[in-house]
């Protein structure tokens, strides 16, 4: 091979290369900030802050839904007018995902992901995806219905899953300890 298609094919190879570094890159980001998205939910009037202390059976019950212990002590949540915000994180593959969820009733009114830190399995973010679990409940501590996944984005998929469950679930308890 001549020096001048040589060349020619390390750069198209070094663009290829290039360009799928930065594709799957592009996932990552922060998309809203955990205020913004309490901002947002209350209509500019967030509400103080309230705590679910994780102790004894509500531990274990929290541990059986992650598949894994929590890592704090307490989740803090917002609640005004039948309205509750969750802002939790769970692990994709490698790193933390944080989501955002609103419930309502005992039902998902919302799902958003705040911030994504994975390399993959970013559509998890997309409404076409997020629009699965409006008006979704819990049953057996499950939720009601299957959710579709997406090819690439399993580990996502399930920590996104895994989140709404518990959001759900501490909704019920909260409401029943009130």
């Known amino acids: 091979m001549n020096r001048e298609k040589f060349k020619k094919y390390s750069l198209i190879t070094l663009a290829v290369a290039l360009f799928m570094t930065a594709f799957s890159v592009s996932a990552r980001g922060i998309y809203q900030t955990d205020d913004a998205f309490l901002a947002e939910t209350f209509n500019e009037q967030t509400p103080r802050s ?25 989740i803090r949540y917002w609640h005004k007018d039948g309205r509750k915000a969750w802002i939790l994180e769970e692990i994709g593959k490698e790193r933390p995902i944080t989501f955002g969820i609103i419930t309502t009733e005992d039902k998902v009114e919302k799902v958003k992901v705040l911030a994504f830190r994975e390399s993959r399995g970013g559509e998890i973010r997309y409404p076409a995806f997020t629009q699965q679990f409006a008006d979704i409940k819990l049953s057996d501590n499950k939720l009601d219905r299957h959710i579709d996944g997406i090819s690439g984005a399993t580990l996502s998929v399930r920590a996104m899953t895994a989140v709404v469950t518990l959001a759900l679930y501490l909704d019920k308890f909260t409401s029943q300890s009130s």
Do not use: E, M
């Open 50 to 74: 309230q705590v679910v202390w994780l102790k004894g059976d509500l531990r274990k019950t929290v541990a059986n839904i992650l598949g894994h212990n929590y890592a704090g002590l307490r």
